[in-house]
């Protein structure tokens, strides 16, 4: 008899030990199927509070993303042709991030600029979207045409206004832009502007680089831009700046110099 509920009592212990360890699983999947059009799909699930994080390291490049729980996102390959290694990673009770997940990968992507075509996660866009399908009906000739790709730059310099509140609440914290959200209440801050921007132009073959950096009107202040291609070449765009400026009957123009802008990340 006492041995019996000697072992009944073991039994009890390690079901008590295992629940909690499987509770607390996280899922985490790296996809390459679409490796060649330089994105990669990443799905994540857990039970816990614990941030996960994605790394896409090749050399001494490498960018980090913030992992949604419950979704499967999209990442852009940005370095180039090489090898990569994509990572995943985790937070510890110290604050740190320990790396769960590690796996390299060979990347050749044939036409570098089909990179920034992409849905992604920051430029996250569909053919179901209402800003997508106002874009389809305001540009109907072919792409490298100028005046079309000016349709929505125009609309955003002269339609949006800066949300200072959103900035003060954001500037802090992990935020992701939703593009139709900025196209209905035509406010965002410059991250929302230039994610629609990106989307809009992309769904019509265009590519369109969103970059964060720097810009020389505003040193201390992380900023976020465009940068389409046109012709064989890179454009940058500021609708944030411009926006700004033609509000108070300033003139701009659509193309910026360069070397006005410090990149730190293009996505």
């Not at 980090?64 to 990572?87: A, C, E, P, R, V």
């Amino acid at each position: 008899m006492k041995k019996i509920f000697f072992l009944i009592s073991i039994l009890i212990i390690f079901i008590v030990v295992l629940i909690p360890v499987k509770a607390s699983a996280a899922d985490y999947t790296i996809n390459t199927d679409n490796i060649s059009n330089g994105v990669i799909d990443v799905a994540y699930n857990s039970t816990l509070n614990t941030v996960y994080y994605l790394k896409i390291v090749k050399g001494d490049q490498s960018i980090w993303y913030t992992l949604i729980k419950g979704t499967t996102d999209q990442f852009s390959l940005t370095f180039g042709n090489g090898t990569y290694t994509l990572k995943i990673l985790e937070t510890t009770e110290a604050g740190k991030a320990r790396t769960v997940k590690s796996i390299e990968v060979n990347v050749y992507i044939e036409n570098s600029t089909d990179i920034y075509l992409n849905s992604v996660q920051n430029v996250e866009w569909n053919n179901n979207m209402d800003s997508i399908d106002y874009s389809n009906s305001i540009i109907y000739e072919t792409v490298e045409s100028l005046i079309q790709k000016v349709k929505v730059y125009e609309l955003i310099i002269f339609n949006y206004s800066y949300d200072y509140n959103k900035f003060d609440n954001v500037k802090a914290s992990f935020y992701l832009p939703v593009i139709d959200d900025t196209f209905h209440s035509q406010m965002g801050i410059c991250y929302d502007y230039s994610s629609l921007l990106a989307g809009m132009l992309r769904s019509q073959g265009v590519p369109t680089k969103l970059v964060k950096g720097y810009a020389s009107f505003s040193p201390d202040v992380y900023h976020a831009w465009n940068e389409i291609y046109i012709n064989g070449k890179w454009y940058v765009i500021d609708t944030t700046y411009d926006a700004y400026y033609v509000k108070r009957g300033t003139k701009v123009t659509m193309f910026k110099n360069p070397n006005n802008y410090n990149k730190v990340y293009e996505y």
